[in-house]
């Protein structure tokens, strides 16, 4: 097989929307940072939406980006949450894989703060190829050719393996 072909962890993201209120935002950093290890950052609306008061410029979340090999076990903890159980919904056709997960507390390792109290988060793994900073340089950016993109099914493999992931069976209608 071609060394060029295979698939790695890129990134992880873990994401926290908490809305207008400004505690559950500081809630969610401290969350983020003790799940993590990492500083999160606090994301910020570019949209008016009267409806929902909301305005440009105000604070409505937070994430954090991990990258490198310390990403590992942390996927696999967050996988556990699962039961290392995820739908092919999940995986999206560019071979991204997103899930939530309703509460902190089912992560292994996590225990229960009366601080945070009950949380949830997001978490988006990007999987990537040798030869990918192609399209994402800023200089003579291109795109990738058709054979060495992502699938589903390619992610859905390398999560069966890698992680031991099991699929639900989608039912047809």
């Not at 401290?30 to 929902?52: D, E, H, N, Y």
């Not at 995820?86 to 009366?114: Q, R």
């Not at 030869?131 to 003579?140: A, D, I, N, T």
Request: hydrophobic residues 35%; contains cysteine.
């Amino acid at each position: 097989m071609n060394p060029n072909k295979t698939i790695k962890v890129g990134k992880l993201t873990l994401n926290i929307g908490t809305g207008k209120e400004p505690a559950k935002l500081e809630k969610g950093l401290k969350l983020l940072q003790k799940i993590s290890g990492a500083k999160p950052v606090k994301t910020f609306t570019t949209k008016r939406i009267q409806a929902w008061g909301v305005r440009p410029g105000l604070p409505i979340g937070c994430k954090v980006t991990l990258r490198g090999a310390t990403v590992l076990p942390l996927i696999k903890r967050l996988l556990q949450s699962k039961e290392n159980m995820l739908s092919e919904s999940n995986v999206d056709l560019n071979g991204n894989v997103s899930f939530g997960i309703p509460e902190y507390i089912d992560i292994p390792g996590m225990e229960y703060d009366p601080d945070i109290k009950i949380m949830g988060l997001e978490a988006s793994i990007t999987l990537v190829r040798n030869g990918f900073r192609v399209k994402e340089r800023r200089l003579q950016q291109k795109r990738l050719p058709g054979d060495h993109r992502i699938g589903q099914k390619e992610a859905i493999e390398f999560l069966k393996q890698q992680f031991s992931v099991r699929f639900e069976e989608q039912e047809e209608e």
